[in-house]
């Protein structure tokens, strides 16, 4: 089960594209890249997730790279309300195949004005 | 609002109480997930059902803690003893059932903040 690396923090200027990296070096063929964020006190929100091909939604884009080793998410117009933890996630699956999340400590994303 | 709902919102208690907190998950989600969350640290796994049976707990479940999934709808989650370290916030997420478990998007509910004096 293949663990994330993401740098702690960082900021972004309101209106420009919100960047996020994240290292998952040892993932395996089959195992998704899952992007969760979470606003202070509040429940992590579901972003978006990918295999291997790039991924875009109504909130995000996920780039994955060819060899699945890394994947950047990207806010293409950041809001201040896009403030929060964003967490880079890949399945650890349980002994029954729970999908039991690792989260991680995530990468703080502040928005500037 | 159709997502998973938890409550009570906030719970403080002094040491030794009991609490518990339910979760309401998605309309049809078969899978249930139960998290907990201590200040700066990202949410940590404590136990899994799949309908009414639960199939998985964590380490992080002592013997204090137990989780309930009756007809497999909403589920509780019960903290006897309480004590100082359990206060954190605890949250609830649900999934639907499809063929494998690699491709699964769970959805969490707001959590219920714990605080044990």
């Known amino acids: 089960d293949a663990k994330t690396t993401q740098p702690p923090s960082m900021d972004c200027a309101e209106g420009r594209a919100a960047n996020l990296p994240c290292n998952h070096s040892t993932i395996s063929g089959n195992e998704y890249v899952y992007w969760y964020r979470q606003i202070h006190s509040q429940g992590p929100q579901y972003i978006i997730h990918?295999?291997?091909n790039n991924e875009t939604n109504e909130m995000a884009s996920l780039i994955i790279t060819e060899d699945r080793k890394s994947s950047t998410l990207i806010l293409p117009h950041a809001t201040l309300r896009d403030t929060a933890v964003y967490y880079c996630?890949?399945?650890?699956?349980?002994?029954?195949?729970?999908?039991?999340?690792?989260f991680g400590t995530g990468t703080r994303l502040t928005v500037i004005p | 609002d159709t997502g998973v709902s938890q409550n009570p919102r906030h719970k403080i208690t002094k040491r030794g109480q009991n609490v518990t907190f339910r979760c309401d998950p998605i309309?049809?989600?078969?899978?249930l997930y139960w998290y907990r969350q201590t200040l700066g640290q990202g949410p940590e796994f404590l136990t899994y059902f799949q309908n009414e049976a639960q199939l998985e707990k964590s380490r992080l479940l002592s013997d204090r803690f137990s989780a309930e999934r009756p007809k497999g709808s909403f589920s509780t989650l019960e903290i006897q003893r309480t004590e100082q370290g359990d206060s954190a916030m605890y949250l609830c997420?649900?999934?639907?059932?499809?063929?494998?478990?690699?491709?699964?998007?769970?959805?969490f509910g707001p959590g219920t903040r714990l605080l044990v004096l």
């Open positions: 997420a649900s999934s639907p059932a499809r063929g494998g478990f690699l491709e699964e998007t769970q959805y």
């Open positions: 309309s049809e989600h078969n899978r």
């Open positions: 996630i890949v399945r650890v699956g349980g002994q029954t195949g729970a999908n039991n999340l690792f």
């Open positions: 990918g295999l291997k």
